[in-house]
């Protein structure tokens, strides 16, 4: 039986004025916060804990535990720190979901505040997306107007300010604390860690920064308790979450589903692989997850299977190409953004993404050399495990892996230009359906 | 050591909310980025009298607030057109067609992407995924997300602009 859909965090997407406080306490919005409130904050960090709800930033780390991991309160200031910087190529997730459900994201904010006992929390949003910008500042202020947020909330003694805070234009501050680094008025490069910001984050202070869909999945879940949300997803990638298929795929746009749904059921959802063409390759979770081929159809997406298969689930973000996509262009594409946002701290991403550029537009012209394939892998090596943060790695993902499933596009590099084998104008939808 | 406050570079009324906001934030160095945004929006660009000001108001180095300026893609440090135009080049826009309204835009404007028409009516600009991959192609006009467009529609749009 194919896995069925589950909206959860978009099944008031279609609503009346769904951004609107009316319309989500119309659906039962603040419930979950009105019933924490009555929760000690431990209980509720266990709550989660038994979830078993895991990161959906990308790196699946048990939310619940990271709460448990900030140190006892000693009077000083505690911060909640959510990142809102999606910017991963391919990845629409948070954003879609702050535009339609702004308030399932803050009231899912009160509530981890006030679990971790922090009086101020900040939403850390992308400089790029002003409509989302606008419409965080109007659900911020509706939900102040109600008592949601200030001072006393709800009479429960527990007081939170939230700051909307726009990024300037830096996919590195996605990284969390480079994000801290940002959120402090610097420029956002990565720290080193230990110390995790669990123990000395913003300011220095104890802080836990969460996933845009990590803190928004938490109203549900204190809802409707924590095996509700457990019993669905596979073993120990818990729950539902928001597939986003991008690329040559009929209906592209965002499908929610319990982990451990697979790519083929995901396809036939969303209308399939462009008409008359078929799959040749995709990322289980943006382009900094290896990329995968059609054999991986049938591979589960949750946490474990997708590792099993030699990639990350990552942020679920599957962007579809068909057979008339140049696999190498893809991969170069890819690097020159890594290249434009590497940050420049460590030498390995800084000068290695430079290098790994200027290699593959060789390999695009079909002016490589026998050795350019080796010296990819190698510059990949000597950047994966040594960069500074995960920016670097992430580079190197879809490199070494679509020289693994496709070195021979790469060894046609030595000869003939790319756009020669793949003219570029057949992988794009203008070239077959008319302007209109 | 600075005796007093820091003077506007000039008598132009935008300083004031440039003024407005730092006395909002209190005057702390940590909110360098949120003024840089208010400047940028009420000038149009980060001129160099504004970072001087604006650092010496917040007590950040001129370093740090150049190295801030430059570091994030959103400042920018030249005047832009009165209109902007902001292609997205990411993943899903550029396999369904980014390029080919990208190549339109520069052959029919003459301007590149990080420029500005001779008439300073148009600024181009390109960005790496703007979220909105199931709209590809997409363009940012104004401020205002265009999506599935091919390139005669977005030269339709951009001269009704």
Redesign the interface.
């Known amino acids: 039986m194919p896995t069925p859909l589950t909206p959860v965090l978009s099944a008031t997407w279609d609503a009346r004025d769904s951004w609107t406080l009316d319309a989500y306490e119309k659906q039962g919005g603040y419930q979950a916060l009105r019933t924490a409130l009555t929760m000690e904050p431990d209980a509720v960090v266990a709550l989660v804990k038994d979830s078993g709800l895991r990161g959906r930033g990308g790196a699946g780390f048990p939310t619940g535990m990271k709460w448990g991991f900030l140190p006892k309160p000693d009077g000083g200031p505690r911060y909640l720190v959510v990142n809102a910087d ?7 997730k ?3 979901l702050m535009l339609a459900s702004p308030h399932v994201l803050v009231e899912g904010a009160i509530i981890a505040a006030h679990a971790i006992r922090a009086a101020k929390a900040f939403i850390y949003l ?6 989302v910008y606008r419409r965080l500042l109007a659900a911020v202020a509706e939900a102040k107007d109600r008592g949601y947020l200030g001072a006393n909330i709800l009479g429960s003694g527990f007081d939170l300010d939230l700051v909307v ?7 590195i501050c996605g990284e969390e604390t480079a994000l801290l680094d ?7 490069q990565p720290r080193l860690r230990p110390p995790f910001p669990a123990v000395a984050g913003l300011y220095a202070r104890p802080t836990v920064v969460n996933n845009v869909e990590s803190i928004a999945s938490v109203p549900s879940i204190v809802a409707n308790g924590p095996d509700w949300f457990s019993g669905m997803g596979t073993g120990k990638s818990a729950g539902v979450g928001l597939f ?5 795929v009929t209906r ?3 499908y929610e589903a319990p982990l451990g749904i697979t790519l083929r059921e995901l396809l036939d959802l969303a209308g399939g692989v462009r008409h008359g063409h078929e799959l040749k390759f995709w990322t289980p979770g943006g ?1 900094s997850t290896p990329l995968l081929t059609a054999e991986h159809l049938d591979v589960p997406l949750d946490f474990e299977s997708v590792a099993g298969a030699g990639s990350m689930l990552g942020t679920r ?1 599957l ?1 579809i ?1 068909d057979e008339t ?1 140049s696999v190498v262009r ?1 991969v170069l ?2 690097t020159e ?1 890594y290249a ?2 590497s ?1 420049g701290k460590c030498t390995p991403c800084r000068e290695g993404t430079y290098w790994l550029v200027q290699v593959l537009r060789r390999i695009e012209a079909g002016k490589g050399t026998e050795e350019d394939i080796e010296k990819l892998l190698d510059i990949c090596d000597n950047i994966l495990g040594r960069a500074f943060c995960a920016l670097g790695d992430g580079a190197t993902s879809p490199i070494v892996s679509a020289v693994k499933f496709f070195r021979d596009e790469f060894v046609a590099g030595t000869h003939t230009p790319a756009w020669e084998l793949f003219p ?1 104008e057949r ?4 070239a077959e359906v008319p ?2 | 050591m600075l005796q007093t406050a820091p003077r506007a570079p000039s008598d132009d009324k935008r300083w004031r909310m440039v003024d407005t906001r730092m006395r909002r934030l209190g005057f ?7 003024v ?2 208010t400047a940028q929006e009420a000038f149009g660009y980060l001129e160099p009298e504004a970072l001087d000001y604006i650092g010496a108001s917040l007590g ?1 180095p001129p370093s ?1 607030v150049y ?2 300026a430059t ?5 920018t440090l030249k005047p832009k057109g009165r209109h902007t135009c902001v292609v997205c080049t ?3 826009c ?4 980014a ?2 309204i990208l190549r339109r835009i520069e052959d029919d404007l003459h301007v590149r992407p990080g420029e500005t028409t001779e008439d300073e009516e148009v600024s181009l600009l390109t ?8 709209l ?1 192609p997409a363009v940012v006009l104004d ?1 205002r ?1 265009q999506g599935k467009l ?4 977005v030269m339709n749009r951009l001269e009704q602009l």
Do not use: K, M
Not at chain 1, 165 to 171: E, M, Q, S, V
Not at chain 1, 244 to 248: E, F, K, V, Y
Not at chain 2, 28 to 34: C, R, W
Not at chain 2, 150 to 153: H, K
């Open positions: 999606e910017s991963e190529p391919g990845t629409c948070d954003i879609p992308r400089g790029e997306v002003v409509h805070h726009a990024g300037a234009g830096a996919y940002s959120l402090e008025g610097r420029r956002g986003s298929l991008s690329g040559h592209p746009g965002q382009s973000a962007q190409f996509t893809a594409r890819w953004f434009h946002e940050c570029y992988s794009t939808l203008f302007a209109r | 702390s160095p940590d909110g360098l980025i949120e840089l945004h950040v740090r190295g801030v570091f994030y893609s959103h400042f990411g993943t899903a550029y396999i369904n067609g390029g080919a960005a790496r995924c703007i979220g909105a991959c199931s590809a401020g997300i091919g390139p005669d529609d």
